[in-house]
C-alpha cells in the first residue's frame, strides 16, 4: 500500500502535463487518454527502478515513449486499409473524423480569449514536433534544460537550439496568424 | 561581447539557466541596447500567451487510471519481500531472494499441477486479454459493419471458423475482430459495443456443450458457454443481466 500511496502522490500532480505532452503527439483526445493510461501503467509497474528526486523527467519519458509507440502503429495501420472502409463510406455518425483542437470553435471560443487561445494553438501545432516538445516541456512544465535533454534523449546543446528554433518560429507563425486575423476584419 | 552574442543569451536568461556571471552581464546589456531589451519583452509575451493553449484532460481521467492501477496492485506480490529484506545486506538480500524465489517457484508449481483447473488459468487469461484490448487505441485487427469481411479475415489466420454474427438488431453492435492467446491457443476474438461498454467474445472449438456461467472476476462481468463445438467466453464491464443475453444469440441459428 505505501507503494502505491507514494506513486500516487508523486504522479496524480502531472496527469494534466502527461495528458498535454500525449495530446500534442498525438493529436487525439482518446489517444491521448489510452496513452497516459498505458504510461502511467507501466509507470506503476517500474516504480522501484526510479531513484531521483524530480519524477516527471522520468514519467514523462515514458509518456512520450507509450505515444510514439502509437503514433507508430497509427502509421502502420494506415497503410492497411479494409476493404469496405476503401468502398464503402460509413454513414453512422461515429466515423466523422473530430476538428483538432486547434480549430474547434465552439460558440465560447467566438469569445476574446478563446480567440487568442485558438490561435496560439494553430501556430503550436504548426510547429514540427521535435520544436513542440522542447516548448511544452519547458514553457508549460518548467524542466530544466538538463531533464528536458533527458526526455527527449538528446545532449543540452541540442535542447538549446531547439528551443531557440522554437520560440523564434513560433513567434513568425503568431505574427502571421495575426496579421491575417486583422487582414480578415478590415 | 556584441548584441548578436547576447541575443543567444536571452533565452536561457528567461529560463534560469545562465550561470550568475553571463546573467548579470546579460542584465547590464539589456538595460542599455532598446533592441535586445524589444527581444526580451517578446519572449516573455510568447511564454505568457502559450500558457493559453494547454489542452484540459477529461476529467474523469485520474479516476481511471487510479482503477486500472489498484487491478494492476492485486497481482503484485512482490512488495512485502521487499519491504523485509530491505535492510538486510546486499548479498544476504541477494541469496535470501534467491532461495525465496526457489521457494516459491517450487512450490507454486506443486500448487499449479495440483489445484489450478484450466478454468482459472483461462479465467485470468480472458481478464488480461480483454484489459490489454482496452488500453488499445483501436481493439480489433479488422473492423467490421458487417460479418462479410470478419469471417473471412480469420479464415486464412485460424485452424477454425468461428461464429461471426452482427447482433446490432439484439442490441450489440458488432466492432470487429482480433486475434488474441488464451489459454496456450490461438482464438478468435470479436468484439461488441452496448452503449458505450465493449465487450469481447473469446472463440475457440470445444467438443463440450456447456450452459452459461457467469462469474465476476477483477470487476468485470463474465459469461462462458459451450454450443455446436465451440466455446464462448464473453467479458465486459457491462451489467450482468445485459451480458447475459449474449448466450442467446451465439452462436446463430445460420450456422445450423
Redesign the interface.
Known sequence: MDRDQKFERLTLPHMEAAYNIAYWILRSPPDAEDVVQEAYLRAYRAFHTWTGVDIRPWLFTIVRNSAYQVLSLRKRRANVISIEDAFAPREDSETEIPEPASEDRSVEERLIGDAEQAMVRSALAKLPQIFREVIILREWEELSYHAIAEVMAVPVGTVMSRLARARGLLGKHLAQLIATENSHVV | MSCEQFQ?KL??ML?N?LPSQERNATIAHVNQCAECARDYE??QA??R??????????RS??H???A???L??EEGIQ?PV??FFGRARPYLRHAAVLLFACGISASAALWWGRTANDRELIVRDVVSAHVRGL????SVQ?????TH?VKPWFAGRLDFTPVVKDLTAEGFKLVGGRLDYVGGQRVAVLVYTRQKHQISVFIWPSARETSPTMVAPNGFNLVSWSRSGMTFWAISDLGQAELEELPRHLPSKIFH
Do not use: H
Open positions: 543567444a533565452g536561457p529560463d539557466e517578446r519572449l510568447l511564454q500567451r502559450l500558457l493559453t493553449a494547454r489542452v484540459q484532460m477529461p481521467l485520474p481511471r487510471v487510479r486500472r492501477i489498484a494492476e496492485g512488495q521487499k519491504r488500453l488499445q487505441d483501436n479488422v473492423a467490421s459493419l458487417d469481411t
